[in-house]
Nanobody, 121 residues
């Protein structure tokens, strides 16, 4: 069974920073893309940032230049450094990973339980 466990959310003032971390554990053969999504109340879940196994990042336009995604393939972790946070960044942030459990299995998407980020004005 695969688990994704996030940490690092919290309450911060506008202009502040937070760092989110996510660790994948369980039966894992390989992890392809990893990423962070967020969902604000009354809105759809949206991609914030993703990173390939080779380290190529992709960002939503709204966070470019402020957020940085990184991963450690040896530790099966992904992190999101968030700087210059704004009230509109307030949301529940979810970790996502595309994982193969065995070499012969298909890739499946796994989600963490979410960590709350609240930015006060």
């Amino acid at each position: 069974q695969v688990q994704l466990v996030e940490s690092g959310g919290g309450l911060v003032q506008a202009g502040g920073s937070l760092r989110l971390s996510c660790a994948a554990s369980g039966i894992i053969f390989s992890i392809n893309a990893m990423g962070w999504y967020r969902q604000a109340p009354g809105k759809q879940r949206e991609l914030v940032a993703a990173i390939t196994r080779g380290g190529s990042p992709n960002y939503a336009d709204s966070v470019k230049g402020r957020f940085t995604i990184s991963r450690d393939n040896a530790k099966n972790t992904v992190a999101l450094q968030m700087n210059s946070l704004q009230p509109e960044d307030t949301a529940l942030y979810y970790c996502n990973a595309e994982i193969m459990i065995y070499s012969w299995s298909s890739r499946n998407n796994y989600w963490g339980q979410g960590t709350q980020v609240t930015v006060s004005s």
